[in-house]
């Protein structure tokens, strides 16, 4: 079937983001010849977007600095980057309509769309110094704001949420964060990780306020004042950053009749239900059968690596998709590493010391190691990603035993 795709013409790419942008270049790698036409609806040339709540924000480089390659790049490849956006598929014809009118042809249609931020939904959440982060133009203007505002709340304590936080605050803003849960990054990360870091943003001067919910943006004459909390408090601020999570980009999928749940509905193959369409990246719902029915995951490791994986489809190697995940987070100078999928562990082994500000968190199920969650201890981390792909394991008493050769175990 993925001959016969490629025979019948070009590979069109709704998004170029990560998942996109890698698509495209590992068809030419892997010597695909139709048409490759990457649909960009962002005002850039493809760029990476973990640099925008992290060094772009903190630093004084230009959009340059994030872009993937230069514009020539994709016509030396021929990659047709297409500045537009996909409007509607036609799957009767095989064909993607776009926001100019045009029409592409396509053999195979790849929906990596992506995901957007879930809005704040409390009074006042549209005035303009209520500001989200997704895109290269949110984080240029975070710049400018975090220049000239002296107190900002952050509504959300996940990754993004925390890693403005640390920039906010080392460029010397008083920084409140909200967060409903109990811990930060709670949906991601155990409570040892957890509690690591609520101390490192507290040292730093960060206020984190937990269990709690903000129930109104207080404001006067269009400009804020403060935020309102669900236990009755207010804090004062001159911006609010929200991050909050995001939802996937599925309404193409579902307008054009693919299923669609919390994402676009995708097999093991990265097939939707058409088998003209895949799905790949952040926008994708797709079946694992090497960690159990569907997945959705937010990372560049997913999102690069589902992209090969659709490549080499599409020239003629079939796999299912059977990526590691991994994911990093830098917050002020501690890098989060996280090796596998540390979700339904029952028990959690220390490696190191959260008083060195050096340890890895040993996530097991059942005895199995599942997932590594490593505070400033790479090595930990490159050892995770090497040995559970092979579908090994480590006991929990190795794993504490700072004197246990981890590298001798990968032999
Ligand atoms: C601030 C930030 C920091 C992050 N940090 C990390 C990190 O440290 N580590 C990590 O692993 N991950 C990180 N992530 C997550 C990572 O960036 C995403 O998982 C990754 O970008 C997903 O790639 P994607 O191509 O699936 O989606 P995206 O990168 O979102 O790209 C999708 C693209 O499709 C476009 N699009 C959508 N609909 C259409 C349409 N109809 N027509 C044309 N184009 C369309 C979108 O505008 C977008 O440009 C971070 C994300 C953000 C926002």
């Known amino acids: ?28 790698q892997l010597g695909f010849k139709a048409r490759v036409c990457l649909i960009n609806d962002e005002p850039h040339l493809p760029y990476q977007r973990p640099p925008l709540s992290k060094a772009y924000l903190k630093g004084t480089g230009g959009p340059d600095t994030l872009m993937f390659r230069p514009e020539k790049f994709y016509a030396d490849q021929g990659i047709e980057l297409i500045t537009d956006r996909a409007t509607a598929i036609d799957r009767t014809a095989h064909q993607l309509k776009l926001a100019s009118g ?22 006042n959440a549209n005035l303009p110094d209520v500001r989200y982060l997704r895109i290269l133009d949110d984080s240029e203007d975070l710049r400018r704001r975090i220049a000239s505002s002296k107190r900002v709340v952050v509504i959300g304590a996940g990754f993004i949420g925390l890693e403005f936080a640390a920039t906010a605050r080392i460029k010397g803003l008083e920084v ?66 929200v991050g909050v999570g995001v939802l996937p980009n599925v309404e193409l999928a579902a307008d054009a009749g693919l299923p669609v749940a919390s994402g676009i509905i995708a097999n093991a193959h990265l097939l939707t239900a058409d088998p003209d369409i895949s799905a790949i ?12 029915g569907s997945l959705r995951l937010e990372s560049v490791q997913n999102a690069t690596d589902q992209a090969r994986c659709v490549a080499a489809r599409l020239t003629g190697d079939d796999k299912a998709y059977d990526g590691q995940p991994w994911f990093w987070s830098d917050q002020g100078d501690d890098k989060l590493q996280i090796a596998g999928l540390t979700t339904g562990y029952d028990r959690v082994v220390l490696r190191g010391d959260p008083a060195q500000k050096a340890f890895s968190a040993f996530c097991y199920r059942e005895g199995k190691l599942v997932g590594i969650e490593s505070v400033n201890r790479a090595g930990d981390h490159m050892f995770g990603r090497r040995l559970l792909p092979m579908d090994r394991s480590i006991t929990p008493e190795q794993a504490a035993d700072s004197k246990f050769d981890l590298k001798g175990a990968l032999a």
Do not use: K, W
């Open 1 to 28: 079937m993925a001959q016969e795709t490629v025979a019948r013409g070009a590979a069109v790419i709704v998004g170029a983001g990560h998942a996109g942008f890698q698509l495209a270049v590992s068809l030419r």
């Open 281 to 292: 990246g952040d926008c994708a719902l797709f079946a694992s059968p090497r960690f159990g």
């Open 176 to 241: 409140d964060v909200l967060e409903l849960a109990s811990r930060v990054m709670a949906r991601a990360v155990t409570a040892e990780i957890s509690d690591y870091f609520q101390g490192r943003h507290t040292a730093a001067g960060v206020r984190i306020h937990l269990g709690v919910q903000a129930t109104a943006i207080e404001a006067s004459g269009g400009m804020i004042t403060g935020v309102s909390l669900s236990d009755g408090r207010h804090l004062p601020a001159d911006l609010v950053v």
């Open 102 to 123: 045009a029409a592409l042809d396509y053999g195979h249609l790849v929906l990596a769309t992506g995901a957007r931020n879930r809005l704040l939904d409390i009074p």
